[in-house]
């Protein structure tokens, strides 16, 4: 089987839409997107991702050997146009002269719509994402050898964004939970889940929540807000995709579980605390992510630790289009209620 999966790999980074975010200029039309696919068709690529859902940005590494010096190129400039676009947006944001917080939120979501650098791994010419984030650094063609050039590129998941969005005014009294989550979109670009909205809408009634009896000062960051808000509410917060969820401890996002089975799709596994606490790893499979449900089979079939499941909190994807490792280890804690159905989608 192992050989059998190590032939069947397949790895696909995807860089786009390149350049669609000019120098910041509030009214310029958006240049025609054009979007840059490698897959690992000649080309060795090698990755190692984090992912968490304890509110900090995911953050990870991506390594190409020899491109040509016109792809790297290609990538470098994209990088640079993209970091001033960022820098230019928040400095405006701030003022002053300050924009109107309508302009600016489609200006950073065209931002971070535009920045998206995509990494796929997965089998058989399938693979999943596994990550979905912005440039950090670029180091181009590195010569590692005589022969060879490594072009390695640091990623982050909205890294940017939680780190210079601020409250650009101040909140008023009775700031309800609904208004907060769009204040904190306006100073982020991060859109809302789906599955984030159904949660905060259920905590009812929304009208009569208040956050701040005395209201709240701008110029603070907007994800230490949201460290503030999440303990109150007693949830996580993590940003997954670009979007922004809320989870309470011990439940999943609600779009589907998945299986795996010692001795088949895991290849290490351990518990602690009366099975609350797991530990594992995988084969390479990008739905193991954070929120997602998990439950856990025996080489027998049969299912182990906690009744309703767990709940992953991190996973870590690495591999080698040339090499051996090419797994997602994960942790992961017991489920509180009932998980989504399971999706019994095999990876091959």
């Known amino acids: 089987?192992?050989?059998?999966?190590?032939?069947?790999?397949?790895?696909?980074?995807?860089?786009?839409?390149?350049?669609?975010?000019?120098?910041?200029?509030?009214?310029?039309?958006?240049?025609?997107?054009?979007?840059?696919?490698?897959?690992?068709?000649?080309?060795?690529?090698?990755f190692d991702l984090s992912r968490t859902s304890s509110g900090v940005p995911d953050k990870g590494k991506v390594q190409l050997w020899n491109l040509t010096r016109k792809t790297a190129?290609?990538?470098?400039?994209?990088?640079?146009?993209?970091?001033?676009?960022?820098?230019?947006?928040?400095?405006?944001?701030?003022?002053?002269?300050?924009?109107?917080?309508?302009?600016?939120?489609?200006?950073?979501?065209?931002?971070?719509?535009?920045?998206?650098?995509?990494?796929?791994?997965?089998?058989?010419?399938?693979?999943?994402?596994i990550f979905l984030g912005e440039y950090v650094n670029v180091e181009a063609r590195k010569r590692v050898s005589d022969?060879?050039?490594?072009?390695?590129?640091?990623?982050?998941?909205?890294?940017?964004?939680?780190?210079d969005g601020f409250l650009s005014q101040p909140l008023g009294l009775g700031v309800t939970i609904p208004q907060f989550i769009q204040e904190f979109s306006n100073a982020t670009g991060i859109k809302t889940s789906a599955d984030a909205a159904i949660r905060i809408a259920a905590v009812a009634p929304t009208a009569s929540i208040t956050l701040f009896q005395?209201?709240?000062?701008?110029?603070?960051?907007?994800?230490?807000?949201?460290?503030?808000?999440?303990?109150?509410l007693d949830q996580t917060w993590f940003v997954r995709n670009g979007e922004l969820y809320l989870l309470p401890e011990g439940q999943a996002i609600q779009d589907f579980?998945?299986?795996?089975?010692?001795?088949?799709?895991?290849?290490?596994?351990?518990s602690s605390k009366g099975f609350n606490d797991i530990v594992g790893t995988a084969q390479m499979n990008g739905r193991i992510e954070p929120g997602r449900g998990l439950i856990?089979?025996?080489?027998?079939?049969?299912?182990?630790?906690?009744?309703?499941?767990?709940?992953?909190?991190?996973?870590?994807?690495?591999?080698?289009?040339?090499?051996?490792?090419?797994?997602?280890?994960?942790?992961?804690?017991?489920?509180?209620?009932?998980l989504p159905a399971v999706d019994a989608t095999g990876l091959l």
Request: some cysteine; hydrophobic content about 40%.
């Open 257 to 270: 579980s998945i299986v795996l089975q010692q001795g088949k799709d895991l290849l290490d596994f351990s």
């Open 73 to 129: 190129d290609s990538i470098v400039q994209d990088f640079e146009i993209l970091t001033a676009a960022r820098t230019t947006a928040f400095r405006l944001a701030n003022g002053p002269p300050r924009i109107p917080n309508n302009v600016l939120t489609q200006q950073l979501k065209t931002i971070n719509d535009g920045r998206s650098i995509r990494v796929f791994a997965g089998y058989q010419k399938k693979p999943e994402q």
């Open 214 to 232: 005395n209201g709240a000062a701008g110029g603070m960051r907007a994800a230490e807000m949201m460290d503030d808000i999440s303990d109150m």
């Open 147 to 163: 022969t060879d050039f490594v072009t390695e590129i640091t990623l982050g998941d909205t890294l940017t964004s939680l780190r």
């Open 1 to 46: 089987m192992a050989s059998f999966l190590q032939f069947k790999r397949a790895v696909k980074v995807q860089f786009g839409p390149l350049s669609t975010v000019q120098p910041f200029e509030l009214g310029a039309p958006a240049p025609v997107p054009e979007i840059l696919n490698l897959d690992d068709d000649g080309i060795r690529m090698s």
């Open 296 to 338: 856990i089979l025996d080489e027998l079939g049969v299912p182990v630790g906690n009744a309703l499941g767990f709940v992953t909190k991190t996973c870590r994807y690495r591999g080698d289009t040339h090499g051996n490792t090419f797994t997602t280890a994960f942790t992961a804690t017991a489920a509180t209620v009932p």
